[in-house]
């Protein structure tokens, strides 16, 4: 498993961005994945995680209704749509693999990490 985030950047708050995580590896689908983020300053923090098909999704309470995650096995990517953004959502936003557990909201459950992309909300 290889993770590559993107899709970050500048936005209003208000507005809505797409994340992507690519894997360039073979085992993408054996995974349940997630997204977490940083902010400054800040504990990493878990947002939204996804079972291996993609069957079933679990948020936290602060995206809930907001944000969706998704997957495209045969892509090998996962994705984070955010909409309605709020500048309590800036963060670093990093995607993660691994976990053998869907539902798993701590950074210890997950093996493999992407680099981050940042996500800025303007006020």
């Known amino acids: 498993v290889q993770l590559q985030a993107s899709g970050g950047g500048l936005v209003q708050a208000g507005g809505s961005l797409r994340l992507s995580c690519a894997d360039s590896?073979?085992?993408?689908?054996?995974?349940?994945s997630a997204w977490f983020r940083q902010a400054p300053e800040k504990e990493r923090e878990f947002v939204a995680t996804?079972?291996?098909?993609?069957?079933?999704?679990f948020y936290a309470d602060s995206v809930t209704g907001r944000f969706t995650i998704s997957r495209d096995n045969a892509k090998n990517t996962l994705y984070l749509q955010m909409n309605n953004l709020k500048s309590e959502d800036t963060a670093v936003y990093y995607c993660a693999s691994g976990s053998s557990t869907f539902r798993a909201t701590r950074v210890q459950s997950y093996a493999y990490w992407g680099q981050g992309t940042l996500v800025t909300v303007s006020s």
């Open positions: 996804i079972s291996r098909s993609g069957g079933n999704t």
């Open positions: 590896g073979r085992a993408f689908n054996n995974y349940a």
